[in-house]
């Protein structure tokens, strides 16, 4: 470039902008249209990993006269590199994750903190996305069943009988069906059925007149309830909880104390989960408070079986009843990546208590530090298996800003937990009322994904 050009670029005049449109601004300001992702993560990491390390908080030996260890609270530490060192380096973008931990060792009689690193946490970046090894990935949200209550109906020589399906987010599936010779039975995890009078007599509702007067205000309750006593071989508590655990653990041997525990254990808080939305679903459907005093119960309790087994024997009995159409909206919800992320979390953290509880038992009783006894290999292995082998976790779609935009906002039926594609059938593929101004009832893929990934409406 000569002098002369130079000096005419410099002394040239700035040309004024000129606006074509009718608004120099726009007249809304624009939404982040990634924010759901960002949300469920910063809820993750404010609450979610919380939550998990609330149900560990004690771990103690089987015995509980050795060692008690429990997580005091966590810390989240900043990222060592930004997200454009990590995708130049070929590194993962996260965040050492480091817990504050205390052992009891009750035969020595001392007590030990220490701060210890258990995992490299990822971290998502501000438009929403995962620096995996340095290649970005997106965690598609899950479009899957809701937690909580759904009411069948299955039509037999003419008839309709109705049922019920408990699906909680933790443990066993309840399945309440109604026989065609109105026997009311149970299934757990769809193993062999039983009468449902035994899952009263479970529950501590031992009598049969305590059974009937929990349902006195409805009038066709005795008929089902005297068809299902006539099949129900226990007459008893003790025999109920033999009963239901012969028919879920067939074969093995079958005492009252062993089959108390199993039953008990089987409906904890431990292992069994509704969710809170599961229990605003239920509580929304029976008219019950949505808050206050026992809206964030999380478990089944006997009053919550009355209400099913009430509402089957009113539809059952209530000509042009429906039952619920689980391909709605309503019935389905998304799970986006926070709540994935943090099932993982949990699966990692039950391991390691379970090998902690393992290791308690068969070390010396002068151990007393607590980096001793925990092992963070099953939960950094869970962590990396979420973000590297899930079929959700995808390589983000990078042809142009567009295709990066509408592949965080895609939605997959598919994945743990959700459809299988070749068992999917066309209702669950088809366009619903439901979807319109939520779900694009266009945008899905042809061949066999079609109907399984859609994508969130503007």
Not at 4 to 12: R, W
Not at 271 to 300: A, C, E, H
């Amino acid at each position: 470039m000569t002098s002369n050009t130079i000096k005419k670029v410099e002394t040239a005049k700035v040309l004024p902008k000129k606006y074509f449109s009718k608004f120099k601004k726009a007249l809304a300001p624009m939404p982040n249209l990634v924010r759901d992702q960002i949300d469920s993560f910063d809820w993750l990491v404010k609450k979610g990993i919380k939550e998990v390390f609330d149900e560990f908080t004690e771990i103690n030996d089987s015995t509980g006269k050795k060692f008690k260890f429990e997580f005091l609270g966590f810390e989240l530490e900043k990222p060592k590199f930004d997200e454009y060192h990590a995708k130049e380096k070929k590194l993962t973008y996260e965040a050492p994750l480091k817990v504050r931990v205390r052992l009891t060792n009750k035969t020595v009689g001392t007590e030990k903190e220490q701060e210890l690193f258990i995992a490299d946490f990822p971290i998502m970046t501000p438009h929403g996305t995962f620096i995996i090894s340095g290649v970005e990935r997106v965690i598609v949200p899950q479009l899957a069943r809701s937690f909580g209550v759904f009411f069948t109906k299955l039509e037999i020589k003419g008839k309709s009988l109705f049922g019920v399906k408990i699906i909680p987010s933790r443990g066993a599936w309840i399945e309440i069906e109604t026989d065609i010779d109105k026997t009311i039975y149970v299934r757990i995890d769809r193993k062999r059925k039983f009468p449902v009078t035994s899952l009263f007599r479970a529950f501590g509702v031992e009598t049969d007149a305590e059974i009937f007067e929990l349902f006195k205000d409805n009038p066709h309750a005795k008929e089902y309830l005297e068809k299902s006593f006539a099949k129900d071989h226990a007459k008893n508590v003790g025999e109920s909880f033999v009963e239901i655990y012969r028919r879920l653990r067939d074969g093995d041997l079958a005492t009252a104390n062993n089959a108390k525990e199993f039953f008990i254990n089987l409906f904890s808080a431990e292992r069994y989960d509704i969710q809170k939305v599961g229990r605003f679903r239920f509580n929304s459907r029976f008219n019950l408070p949505i808050t206050g005093k026992g809206s964030d119960r999380r478990t089944l309790n006997i009053e919550d079986l009355r209400l099913v087994v009430d509402h089957i024997i009113s539809l059952n009995t209530t000509p042009g009843a429906e039952g619920d159409d689980i391909d709605h909206l309503g019935s389905r919800r998304v799970r986006y990546v926070g709540e994935l992320l943090q099932q993982k979390f949990r699966i990692g953290m039950a391991q390691i208590k379970r090998n902690m509880q393992n290791r308690m038992s068969t070390v010396d009783t002068d151990m007393t530090l607590p980096v001793q006894f925990i092992i963070p290999k099953p939960l950094q292995a869970r962590i990396k298996e979420f973000f590297t082998t899930n079929q959700l976790s995808q390589f983000m779609g990078q042809e142009n800003p567009l295709a990066e935009i509408e592949h965080l906002r895609q939605l997959s039926a598919l994945g743990p937990g959700g459809l299988n594609r070749s068992r999917a059938g066309f209702e669950v593929r088809d366009v619903h009322t439901s979807h319109y101004g939520r779900l694009c009832p266009i945008h899905t893929p042809e061949g066999p994904n079609i109907g399984l990934i859609l994508h969130l409406a503007l």
